[in-house]
């Protein structure tokens, strides 16, 4: 309700606002904690995006095409699809009363953000649109140590870092999983537990029920594309992961 009154914008939208105009009145409000003392998914990413604009001096979405997209060759993940890509984006759906598949209403936000809209709004941490292919690279530059078709974008130490435990045990000694720079991370007891892969698994999900894995030990990528959004409740994304790694032959 805070972030409500003082305009916070969430997530992404169709409205005339910009990353810089939203932090600086996200930057007015108390903190849910001091850090490290919980986890809260918060606006953080969007501050970092914020913090990318300030650094670089370039907008976010102009930082991310020239530093990753471009070189990445990640010719499908934009904040805003060109004309020329509208109409391959897929519609939000949800399932309704009656149990069938129905396209997703405008609600808060209008899920057809990515190609309406004052399209100006690029957010840290949401609103991407992209495919299976250019994600699936995106994490190969991952699980290769930051580096892709002999261009280095991270360190390795770098690397190391992201994937390392932020959180301690908030989580629980028995989740299994720990907390690196924006992934949850499979720990010994979680590869023990199985079905979630090795030790340094990472993975996360999307805002429409897209999810992916990269398993560095065994040098296995996972994205689903999942287009849903409402009481969606299914077994597809445990699953798939469950499979992929039990059809790992040595």
């Given amino acids: 309700m805070i972030y409500q009154k003082a305009g916070i914008t969430d997530l992404f939208t169709t409205k005339n606002i910009s990353i810089e105009e939203n932090i600086i009145n996200l930057a007015k409000l108390p903190l849910h904690h001091n850090p490290g003392e919980k986890?809260?998914?918060s606006e953080g990413l969007d501050v970092l995006g914020y913090f990318i604009e300030v650094v670089s001096g370039i907008p976010f979405d102009v930082f991310l095409k020239k530093r990753l997209f471009d070189p990445l060759g990640m010719n499908d993940t934009w904040f805003y699809l060109p004309e020329v890509k509208s109409e391959r984006l897929v519609p939000v759906q949800m399932k309704s009363d009656n149990?069938?598949?129905?396209r997703y209403p405008v609600t808060f936000y209008n899920p057809y953000y990515p190609i309406k809209g004052a399209k100006r709004f690029f957010s840290g941490?949401?609103?991407?649109?992209?495919?299976?292919?250019?994600?699936?690279?995106?994490?190969?530059?991952y699980i290769n140590g930051g580096e892709l078709n002999g261009i280095r974008f991270l360190s390795r130490t770098t690397i190391e870092s992201m994937m390392g435990n932020q959180t301690g045990d908030l989580w629980g000694e028995e989740s299994g999983k720990y907390f690196g720079l924006a992934f949850g991370v499979v720990n010994e007891k979680g590869q023990d537990l199985g079905g979630q892969g090795s030790v340094g698994t990472f993975d996360w999900g999307g805002y429409f029920n897209t999810e992916y894995f990269a398993?560095?030990?065994e040098r296995v990528i996972g994205v689903i594309m999942k287009q849903a959004?409402?009481?969606?409740f299914d077994d597809t994304g445990w699953m798939?992961?469950?499979?992929?790694?039990?059809?790992i032959n040595d």
């Fill in 215 to 217: 398993d560095p030990k």
């Fill in 125 to 141: 941490g949401a609103g991407l649109s992209s495919t299976a292919k250019d994600y699936a690279t995106f994490l190969q530059m």
């Fill in 240 to 247: 798939f992961r469950l499979l992929a790694e039990q059809a």
């Fill in 39 to 41: 986890f809260t998914y």
């Fill in 99 to 102: 149990g069938e598949w129905v």
């Fill in 229 to 232: 959004q409402g009481s969606v």
